[in-house]
């Protein structure tokens, strides 16, 4: 094979040609091949970092999206605004809701046992009533981006529900439950949890462990604005 020829090969086998591609205009698409489950668990930094990127992907294409989260804390450094919620307020198609109030169960933090156990379960409740309306719709057709998710999303992601489910605000099957109730064409995201959900392994089609080496908390580095939150 000729070099010219080995150069040709390698461009048409290349996205694009070779070429850089240029951002396009965001329009309402529907994806083509949706319909995994996810799971992104681990002991590491980026469980909702990656999730947030895909979601983000995912907007950039057209589709909508949507995260509910199921709680989030931090430590006294975090900021009660964070980051990434003012990045998908300005992103087309891309929406959040967070059910559960700012610090984590389990660690004696000011906040009330109780209301963690309730909030995870008005999560689990508003999980259903989103599934149930991706069910209703067309997902293989566009979604208007600025459209309510209570009218439909092509990825859900639900983000700290694992979390929830390790430390028994729900129950393993609750997470079964949510997993059945996915109609075919939608992307369903699950993420959270230090302790591997081994009641996964056999309902999810993408398993990923984010794995912590070294993180400078143990240096004493408080949460960061930008990084963390």
Do not use: C
Request: glycine share 12%; hydrophobic share 35%.
């Amino acid at each position: 094979m000729s070099d010219d020829q080995s150069s040709d090969s390698v461009v048409e086998s290349t996205p694009g040609q070779g070429r850089t591609p240029e951002p396009e205009r965001i329009e309402p698409a529907a994806p083509q091949e949706f319909g995994l489950v996810q799971v992104w668990w681990g002991d590491g930094k980026g469980k909702t970092t990656a999730t947030l990127g895909m979601g983000m992907r995912a907007a950039g294409h057209g589709y909508r999206v949507h995260m509910l989260q199921f709680m989030k804390g931090g430590a006294s450094s975090v900021d009660a605004v964070r980051g990434e919620y003012n990045a998908i307020a300005a992103l087309p198609g891309f929406s959040y809701e967070n059910l559960g109030h700012y610090g984590w169960h389990g660690m004696a933090d000011g906040s009330e046992e109780a209301d963690h156990e309730a909030e995870a379960q008005a999560g689990l409740e508003r999980a259903h009533e989103l599934l149930e309306a991706a069910a209703d719709t067309d997902l293989s057709a566009p979604i208007d981006l600025d459209a309510e998710p209570e009218d439909g999303v092509h990825m859900l992601v639900l983000d700290e529900v694992l979390y929830a489910a390790d430390r028994g605000l729900i129950g393993e099957g609750d997470v079964h439950d949510l997993i059945d109730a996915k109609p075919d064409d939608l992307e369903l995201v699950l993420s959270g949890s230090h302790e591997e959900p081994t009641y996964l392994e056999d309902r999810a089609d993408l398993i990923t462990n984010v794995r912590k080496v070294k993180h400078p908390i143990e240096d004493g580095q408080r949460a960061r604005r930008g990084t963390e939150f």
